[in-house]
């Protein structure tokens, strides 16, 4: 009983700080703009193939491979996690045991897994400490985000320390007839030890220290860059469904531009069937998608985007993962004045120029690699053209050789500088038969 309630405590105390959260987020997400989702079918087709096959990340096969395996082995550990949340709620063991067979393949394959993730996890923790990999390296990758990492990938091994640990004890202290449940692992690590009931309290002590990490991981990672343990599947879930180089029309533009081709609704007065926006573009927090921000919330600053980004490559100053980072970073500054102080709030700084500089938004080629190579679908270059957009049309900012294209487009219908009627004169001089 006593179990019972500090485990109650403790959950309404996890929950509380949840709900927090959730809710601060839920403010911030409301100062952001529309993005309009719908073909849930083909979405979750995405989701399946993207998120829980991990298709993107097997494009480096090795590391793709264990990365993946962590993944799989986290869906299968979170039914046990479910488990002991039912346990510690009713004060009983082993609630889902029911499943009779299926729990034996669960609990072994949750076992199996809690083994692979501790091996992977010192892979990772060592590839960061003594390999100089490049993709974790860049002007974005602060001290603050390295120790992000380590903290976040601590507490995981933490976790299947705690989960092996709970596993082994249960099975030592437990007569061999009244286990249920499978745990290989565990069963081998048991055997290295002995049988006793004397042992109940190392199976307690882990039981409390692994139920207690996931309640601090789950309120750390909306802080943290893990926050994509939560993300991802839904990030990829909301992905962007056009094809990759197909940019975002603006419907006012677009509104206008057919009323001017027609002849009858040319001179006419605006129809206003779809209002001009506040601002054209992207300047700051409050101009971006409430999509654009649920992408920088679930970057897992893995750099792959930045590793194939032709700028980024060739020395110029953009990388694509650090436009994600600076969003989710001046949202977090910003956001929560806006939220007490009103849309009107300003500190005199933004999104462009403050945190992106205008030489990173030009620098960009929109070739797409990087929308093509993040592991959950994030899209940057629609973000980046919108911040371009806000330098043209707000600003008529474009670099100099944009504008005299923007003036020929003007004067004669095309980007070149001569007159329409001088298109076909280069046949002048070719012997063309009558
Ligand atoms: S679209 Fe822009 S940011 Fe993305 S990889 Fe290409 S150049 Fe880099
Ligand atoms: S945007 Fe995607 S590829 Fe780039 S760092 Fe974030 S998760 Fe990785």
Redesign the pocket.
């Known amino acids: 009983m006593t179990k019972q309630i500090l485990f109650i405590v403790c959950l309404i105390a996890t929950l509380g700080v949840f709900s927090f959260t959730i809710f601060r987020l839920y403010q911030l997400f409301k100062l952001t703009k529309k993005f309009p989702i719908g073909n849930y079918g083909k979405r979750f087709g995405l989701m399946l193939e993207v998120a829980i096959g991990q298709t993107k990340i097997f494009r480096k096969p090795v590391i793709g491979f264990v990365h993946a395996l962590v993944f799989w082995g986290f869906l299968v550990i979170l039914i046990g996690s479910i488990e002991m949340i039912v346990d510690g709620l009713f004060g009983i063991e082993k609630s889902l045991a029911f499943l009779g067979m299926a729990y034996n393949i669960i609990f072994a394959s949750g076992d199996v897994f809690a083994l692979i993730i501790l091996i992977a996890i010192i892979l990772f923790l060592g590839r960061r400490a003594f390999l100089n990999i490049k993709?974790f390296s860049g002007i974005e990758m602060t001290h603050k985000s390295h120790l992000d990492a380590y903290i976040a990938l601590t507490i995981i091994l933490l976790l299947m320390v705690s989960l092996l640990g709970m596993n082994t004890f249960y099975v030592v202290s437990v007569n061999q007839a009244e286990i249920k449940g499978l745990y290989p692992v565990s069963t081998y690590l048991a055997g290295l030890i002995g049988n006793g009931e004397q042992y109940s309290c190392y199976y307690e002590f882990f039981w409390w220290m692994h139920i207690l990490l996931i309640f601090f991981f789950a309120n750390m990672l909306p802080y943290s860059k893990h926050f994509?343990v939560f993300l991802?599947v839904p990030n990829v879930f909301l992905s962007r469904l056009d094809p990759l180089g197909k940019l975002p029309n603006m419907d006012s533009i677009t509104q206008e531009i057919k009323s001017m081709m027609n002849p009858e609704t040319a001179f006419a007065a605006p129809t206003g069937e779809v209002a001009p926006p506040e601002r054209f573009g992207v300047k700051d927090v409050e101009d971006v998608t409430w999509k654009n921000y649920f992408?920088s919330l679930?970057?897992?600053?893995?750099?792959?985007?930045?590793?194939v980004c032709p700028a980024n490559i060739t020395g110029k100053k953009l990388s694509?993962?650090k436009?994600?980072?600076d969003l989710r970073y001046r949202m977090n500054e910003k956001g929560p004045q806006l939220v007490k102080n009103g849309k009107d709030y300003t500190d005199n700084k933004s999104l462009l120029k403050d945190c992106i500089s205008v030489e990173e938004i030009w620098a960009c080629t929109t070739c797409n690699a990087?929308?093509q190579?993040?592991?959950?679908?994030?899209n940057?270059p629609t973000l980046i053209v919108e911040m371009r957009r806000y330098l043209v049309m707000e600003e008529s900012a474009a670099p100099g050789g944009l504008n005299s294209i923007f003036t020929n487009i003007e004067n004669n219908g095309a980007p070149w500088q001569f007159s329409a009627q001088d298109r076909l004169l280069w046949t002048n001089e070719l012997y063309i038969k009558g």
Do not use: F, K, L, Y
């Open positions: 993709r994509h991802s992408d679930s970057c897992t600053q893995c750099g792959r985007c930045t590793s694509p993962r436009v994600m980072m990087c929308a190579e993040c592991p959950i679908n994030i940057h």
